[in-house]
């Protein structure tokens, strides 16, 4: 055998070693991938369960606990505040209205935001509807929600005087106005509090389920790719053999 021959069939082994190592390191690193995001959503599943669990059987807390989680069960108690804010655009059952929220006063604590459920809107938007409330709750349980942050396209001009009609919960400005600190989360009654005010919130949980069956289409992407690899780097090493 010359020695162009002997470069030649060197020259032919390193490429395809070089091709066994480019096939063996992109299936590692897409099947870490897709089983690493089959881990994480096995994860969610398991936050989720854990989240229905307490919505559904969790202990009832005193609204002093430093520990109080997302859906925990709160015993709440104290004087309300006499004005109250409007969250616009709440639709139920197909009709526009506004979602009540008020502020519970406690002593030596922050003031707890409850939303007292949801009201109808009238005909006109230029007049906000009127709500007796009352000037205290003996005592209700309530669960422990964070209120969200839509995006917002413009600034969220709030009306003037009382009650003031709002497109989201902004804390920081719901406290300058009723001029006291206010907790970080908004209480949602198990139970109607009021009878003009209809209770319609539900926690929007994606099932664990949903969850379980994201980890197992991952797991399969792995698994195909995989097997996918394999046929592949057989196949293609085998015709530069024929061809060798």
């Known amino acids: 055998m010359s020695d162009l021959q002997c470069r030649y069939i060197n ?9 066994k190592w480019i096939l063996t390191l992109q299936a590692v690193f897409i099947c870490s991938l897709l089983i690493f995001l089959g881990n994480w959503q096995l994860q969610r599943a398991a936050e989720k ?53 008020v502020a519970l006063m406690a002593n030596n604590q922050k003031a707890q935001l409850i939303s007292l459920g949801w009201l109808a809107a009238g005909d006109d938007r230029r007049t906000l509807p009127a709500l007796s409330l009352p000037n205290a709750i003996p005592s209700i349980i309530a ?6 942050a839509p995006l917002l396209l413009g600034e969220d001009h709030w009306t003037q005087g009382w009650p003031k009609r709002i497109q989201h919960l902004d804390l920081n400005k719901i406290s300058v106005a009723l001029n006291t600190p206010v907790s970080d989360w908004l209480y949602r009654p198990t139970k109607q509090v009021i009878p003009e005010l209809t209770l319609t919130w539900e926690p929007v949980v994606l099932p664990p389920q949903r969850h379980t069956g994201y980890a197992v289409q991952w797991y399969g992407l792995a698994a195909a790719w995989l097997i996918c690899s394999a046929v592949l780097a057989k196949k293609t090493l085998t015709n530069k053999e024929n061809m060798a």
């Open 11 to 19: 020259s032919k082994n390193r490429q395809r070693n070089l091709f």
């Open 49 to 101: 369960e854990q989240l229905l669990l307490q919505f559904s059987y969790g202990e009832t807390k005193q609204a002093n606990n430093t520990n109080i989680r997302l859906f925990d069960k709160v015993e709440l108690s104290g004087m309300l505040n006499k004005h109250y804010f409007l969250l616009d655009n709440r639709t139920w059952q197909g009709q526009v209205g506004y979602e009540v929220i």
């Open 143 to 148: 669960y422990a929600d964070k209120p969200s």
